[in-house]
């Protein structure tokens, strides 16, 4: 298995970032004293519809930060989530300048407490224009479902969300990553370029991604004076 970069930005000496989606993958779970696929790893994103166990397993291993957004089969997260790992949805969060939005989610087309309509995941999105405002921007858009035309199906249960697009616009952060589109059904491609200049990555099993470091601000150097004066009272590895 290929590591550095199977999937990589221009710059170097950035973040590596193993992002997981919607299966198990047994050659990160099922470990036999091998932990080369571990070594270097600094962030660990999950696009969501992953088991407890193996979000734990996977922030034990790589012994590196985990953050999540919920798929439309994690209702049980609610009563079981997983530990050890920080729930991002509907918020952003900055992990050593690294800023990172998160909304996850389905289109509802059953009962469910992570489905949404487009008129309630626009609401969700819109929520977070001022955290994104305060931080001067956003770097990367982790959600489960993907943006309306890039990487959906055309069923109800798989459609993309028409807001997504709006705030690949709206925001242009460098990446997105996501989930909930599998290989097996059908036309599917792993990257798509928007025209807004967001390379849009789907996270299906495992993926691994260097982002360079001229791609995103230092910690403290994002130009907004009130959070860049708030983030020198944080550690480097603080999550905020």
Not at 202 to 221: T, V
Request: one cysteine or more.
């Amino acid at each position: 298995m290929t590591m550095w970069p199977e999937i990589s930005g221009p710059g170097c000496d950035g973040m590596k970032i193993l992002a997981v989606a919607d299966k198990e993958t047994d050659a990160l779970w099922n470990w036999r004293g091998n932990q080369k696929q571990y070594e270097g790893v600094d962030l660990i994103l999950s696009c969501g519809d992953l088991k407890p166990e193996y979000l734990e397993f996977l922030v034990s291993m790589a012994n590196c930060p985990l953050l999540y957004v919920r798929g439309n089969h994690d209702d049980h997260y609610r009563e079981r989530p997983p530990e050890g790992c920080l729930d991002i949805d509907g918020r952003v969060a900055d992990y050593r300048g690294l800023r990172i939005m998160g909304l996850g989610g389905s289109m509802r087309y059953r009962k469910g407490i992570n489905m949404y309509g487009e008129d309630e995941m626009r609401a969700r999105a819109e929520r977070l224009n001022r955290s994104v405002r305060v931080r001067r921007g956003v770097d990367l858009f982790v959600s489960h479902a993907p943006a309306a035309g890039y990487g959906d199906q055309p069923d109800l249960p798989h459609r993309g969300f028409s807001c997504f697009d709006d705030l690949l616009w709206k925001h242009r952060p460098a990446y997105m990553l996501h989930g909930h589109v599998h290989p097996s059904y059908g036309k599917w491609k792993k990257e798509y370029e928007h025209p807004g200049g967001t390379r849009i990555l789907n996270a299906y099993g495992a993926l691994w991604l260097e982002i360079g470091e001229d791609e995103y601000p230092a910690r403290g150097k994002t130009g907004s004076l009130l959070y860049d004066w708030y983030t020198s009272f944080a550690g480097e590895d603080a999550i905020l």
